[in-house]
């Protein structure tokens, strides 16, 4: 089953709602009521009971959940060597349509390498429920969105990095070390999560970049780069897919806008096998886009959403396929849901039961029309 590559054509972004033990075992340990080693004990028995219900859902591509991290995004940057976590003032706290995100943020304080990650550790449980039928994959953020959550700390005369140049070699180099690493371990699907294109396509982030001296036209460039200088640093047959997001925090949204302003760089020209977009509602705009992906890649269409318990419409996802297929190959359509369930710990507004009911659908869907 390594030989598999993801996606499949029903699939999951990654995340899952984290169980009421684990979250109290996390609050315990944050409270020095119960020891690392305590906390890993509950970490791991929640897994594996997870990585059963994953099986039992049919996917064939299983994960943690992201269950021993906090955030999607942060708990990766701050296992790179280089990196530590800073408290926000409140001036940086990120706002999202509903709600502010906890005041936890990223600080360059040396040069940046990806050696030793913690995250090898977390894989390699995983791995050892791989079977017959699945196969283990891992879930970090992009390149790019390390980027975005630091580019305010670069060309600064007190940065460790002087320009974005610098830092972009670093990073693609740091990345390609994390690569190797979980390859050597048996990894063959790596996803990168990434929230940056949103910003690019949404009019109010514009204006915060343009209001920090940076212009988006170069940032997609930048963007890109970053990515693609960071897959060609993996071994070759180490398949990596993405998965471009508007944002997930609490059932709340960040970013707006459809993928045709930036699908002539990301969609056309982003150096991995698959995408998993979001179309879950009437912010993600229209199909079109697809358009430009090139042939032979797949493309995860998450029409199923995971933000509120309501479940959608056979009828309804059915016919949302068939409009796609006028601009990408019906045999290159997946469907998942449209992110993870708890991007954070904290959780989307819905339970386990409405969470698995989103999956079932997915697999119904799927197995009918794909």
Not at 78 to 105: C, M, Q, T
């Given at each position: 089953?390594?030989?598999?590559?993801?996606?499949?054509?029903?699939?999951?972004?990654?995340?899952?709602?984290?169980?009421?033990?684990?979250?109290?075992?996390?609050?315990?340990?944050?409270?020095?009521?119960?020891?690392?080693?305590?906390?890993?004990?509950?970490?791991?028995?929640?897994?594996?009971?997870?990585?059963?219900?994953?099986?039992?859902?049919?996917?064939?591509?299983?994960?943690?959940?992201?269950?021993?991290?906090?955030?999607?995004?942060?708990?990766?940057?701050?296992?790179?060597?280089?990196?530590?976590?800073?408290?926000?003032?409140?001036?940086?706290?990120?706002?999202?349509?509903?709600?502010?995100?906890?005041?936890?943020?990223?600080?360059?304080?040396?040069?940046?390498?990806?050696?030793?990650?913690?995250?090898?550790?977390?894989?390699?449980?995983?791995k050892e429920f791989e079977d017959d039928e699945v196969c283990a994959k891992q879930t970090i953020p992009a390149p790019a969105q390390f980027l975005r959550n630091v580019y305010t700390q670069i060309g600064k005369e007190?940065?460790?990095?002087?320009?974005?140049?610098?830092?972009?070699?670093?990073?693609?180099?740091?990345?390609?070390?994390?690569?190797?690493?979980?390859?050597?371990?048996?990894?063959?699907?790596?996803?990168?999560?990434?929230?940056?294109?949103?910003?690019?396509?949404?009019?109010?982030?514009?204006?915060?970049?343009?209001?920090?001296?940076?212009?988006?036209?170069?940032?997609?460039?930048?963007?890109?780069?970053?990515?693609?200088?960071?897959?060609?640093?993996?071994?070759?047959?180490?398949?990596?897919?993405?998965?471009?997001?508007?944002?997930?925090?609490?059932?709340?949204?960040?970013?707006?806008?459809?993928?045709?302003?930036?699908?002539?760089?990301?969609?056309?020209?982003?150096k991995v096998s698959a995408f998993y977009l979001e179309y879950d509602d009437e912010r993600s705009g229209d199909f079109e886009a697809l358009a430009k992906i090139p042939a032979g890649k797949k493309v995860v269409l998450?029409?199923?959403?995971?933000?509120?318990?309501?479940?959608?419409?056979?009828?309804?996802?059915?016919?949302?396929?068939?409009?796609?297929?006028?601009?990408?190959?019906?045999?290159?359509?997946?469907?998942?849901?449209?992110?993870?369930?708890?991007?954070?710990?904290?959780?989307?507004?819905?339970?386990?039961?409405?969470?698995?009911?989103?999956?079932?659908?997915?697999?119904?869907?799927?197995?009918?029309?794909?």
């Open positions: 089953m390594t030989k598999k590559v993801a996606p499949y054509k029903f699939d999951v972004v990654g995340s899952f709602l984290r169980p009421e033990n684990l979250k109290k075992a996390r609050e315990d340990f944050k409270n020095g009521k119960i020891t690392k080693d305590d906390l890993k004990k509950v970490e791991d028995q929640e897994i594996t009971k997870l990585i059963k219900k994953e099986k039992e859902a049919g996917l064939k591509f299983i994960s943690d959940g992201e269950f021993r991290r906090s955030w999607w995004h942060y708990d990766f940057f701050w296992g790179l060597n280089g990196v530590e976590k800073y408290e926000l003032e409140d001036a940086n706290i990120i706002h999202f349509h509903g709600a502010s995100l906890r005041p936890e943020g990223v600080k360059i304080v040396g040069k940046i390498t990806g050696t030793s990650h913690p995250f090898l550790e977390h894989f390699k449980f995983v007190d940065s460790v990095y002087k320009d974005d140049q610098e830092f972009i070699e670093d990073v693609a180099k740091a990345y390609g070390q994390f690569f190797q690493e979980i390859y050597d371990l048996g990894c063959r699907n790596v996803q990168l999560d990434d929230c940056t294109w949103g910003a690019l396509v949404d009019e109010d982030s514009i204006k915060e970049y343009e209001a920090n001296g940076k212009n988006v036209d170069e940032l997609k460039r930048l963007y890109l780069e970053i990515n693609n200088k960071a897959i060609e640093n993996a071994p070759k047959d180490l398949n990596i897919t993405s998965h471009v997001c508007r944002g997930n925090y609490k059932s709340a949204w960040h970013f707006s806008g459809g993928y045709d302003k930036i699908a002539d760089f990301l969609l056309a020209n982003e998450g029409l199923v959403t995971s933000k509120r318990p309501e479940l959608e419409k056979k009828e309804d996802l059915k016919r949302r396929i068939e409009e796609a297929s006028k601009y990408i190959a019906k045999e290159n359509i997946c469907i998942s849901p449209q992110c993870g369930f708890s991007s954070t710990e904290e959780g989307n507004a819905l339970t386990e039961e409405d969470q698995w009911k989103k999956v079932a659908l997915c697999r119904e869907v799927a197995e009918e029309v794909l």
